[in-house]
Nanobody, 115 residues
C-alpha cells in the first residue's frame, strides 16, 4: 500500500516563494498522474496543478504562471513550486498520485500567506 507524505508548508509573506514536497513510500508502481489540490477554510477542495506521465501539465485558475508541478521518478516524489504567493493562496495543500485502481492522497500541509 502506498503512502504519501507532504512537507514544506509554513507561514510566509505575500510575494514570497515556498516549495512543497510529496514523498511516496510502499509498493510503488509508476503512477499515471500526480499533482496537488488545496482546500481553504469554508471552500471546496480545488485543483492546483497536475502532471501526467506524458509530461502534460494542467493548472487551476489563479495559479497559472506562478506555480509549477514537477516530479522525480527516481525518488518517487512530486513537488509544487509556489512563487509570488498571495494571501488567497492560504489553504491546506494535498498531494495525490493516481493509478488505474484509484487515487492515494497525502494528509495535507498548511500554507499560510500573510499580508
Amino acid at each position: 500500500q502506498v503512502q504519501l507524505v507532504e512537507s514544506g508548508g509554513g507561514l510566509v509573506q505575500a510575494g514570497e516563494s515556498l516549495r512543497l514536497l510529496c514523498s511516496a513510500s510502499g509498493s510503488i508502481v509508476s503512477p499515471n498522474g500526480m499533482g496537488w489540490y488545496r482546500e481553504a477554510p469554508g471552500k471546496q477542495r480545488e485543483l492546483v496543478g497536475t502532471l501526467t506521465t506524458g509530461g502534460i501539465h494542467n493548472y487551476g485558475n489563479g495559479v497559472q504562471g506562478r506555480f509549477i508541478v514537477s516530479r522525480d521518478n527516481a525518488k518517487n516524489t512530486v513537488s509544487l513550486e509556489m512563487n509570488s504567493l498571495k494571501v488567497e493562496d492560504t489553504a491546506v495543500y494535498y498531494c495525490y498520485m493516481a493509478w488505474a485502481g484509484g487515487r492515494t492522497w497525502g494528509q495535507g500541509t498548511q500554507v499560510t500567506v500573510s499580508s
